[in-house]
């Protein structure tokens, strides 16, 4: 018989697999994931305040977005008792959201559908040794 109920054991066996290093994620961004990728392959693995700068001077859209994200998690860290000086990007990744479905109406009466995609953004940073 168990001891615990099943939401205690859940919390627990949670909390130990939670993520310890400082990160921050925004969920339903209204960027496609493969356009968020092209921006954060060219800051991954390298320190926040590099990535800062490559953000600032990026003309795409998902540039902005992955900048505010980044600041928020170099925040955490700094909340966290972590030098932002030597913090870098361990892992920055999107995954695939809902996608909105409309419609754009086409000669003879036919119709095209326009897929709007969104992607849950993730940004994960770590101290350097």
Request: with cysteine; glycine share 4%; aromatic share 6%.
């Amino acid at each position: 018989m168990a001891t615990q109920h099943r939401t205690q054991v859940k919390h627990e066996r949670n909390a130990e697999n939670r993520e310890k290093r400082p990160h921050a994620k925004l969920s339903y961004a209204r960027i496609p994931v493969q356009k968020a990728c092209i921006v954060m392959d060219a800051i991954r693995g390298r320190d926040v305040n590099t990535a800062l700068a490559i953000l600032d001077y990026s003309p795409k859209y998902a540039a902005g977005v992955i900048h505010k994200l980044l600041s928020s998690a170099a925040a955490n860290a700094e909340f966290q008792g972590m030098n932002k000086d030597n913090l870098y990007i361990a892992e920055c990744f999107a995954s695939n959201g809902p996608i909105m479905k409309r419609i754009q109406p086409r000669a003879r009466g036919s119709a095209y559908r326009i897929n709007k995609r969104m992607s849950h953004l993730t940004v994960i940073l770590d101290e350097k040794k």
